[in-house]
């Protein structure tokens, strides 16, 4: 069973930065496939980042040159650096986890990040 834990969250200017951390634990290694998605209220979910295990990244169009995805192979974590924060960004940040092409999503629980402007 693969457990997800994000930390990070929480409020800040329009402007800010914070980063958000997501620690994979159970019986893995090295996932195929980590990221990070979003939900506003009223919208649906949508991706902001995901990055592979051969470290190719994806990012939504709204959040390129902003934010930028890594990902600790040894610890199994993936993190979210989000720079220049819109009050659009605000939303409840969620972790995903695929540990091979062929297997389900592993979710967190998600962590709410509200920019204010």
């Known amino acids: 069973q693969v457990q997800l834990v994000e930390s990070g969250g929480g409020l800040v200017q329009a402007g800010g930065s914070l980063r958000l951390s997501c620690a994979a634990s159970g019986s893995i290694f090295s996932p195929h496939y980590m990221g990070w998605y979003r939900q506003a209220p009223g919208k649906q979910r949508e991706l902001v980042a995901s990055?592979?295990?051969?470290?190719?990244?994806t990012y939504g169009d709204s959040v390129k040159g902003r934010f930028t995805i890594s990902r600790d192979n040894a610890k199994t974590t993936v993190d979210l650096q989000m720079n220049s924060l819109k009050p659009e960004d605000t939303a409840v940040y969620y972790c995903n986890v695929r540990l091979h092409p062929w297997t389900n999503d592993y979710w967190g629980q998600g962590t709410q990040v509200t920019v204010s402007s």
């Open positions: 990055i592979f295990r051969n470290g190719e990244t």
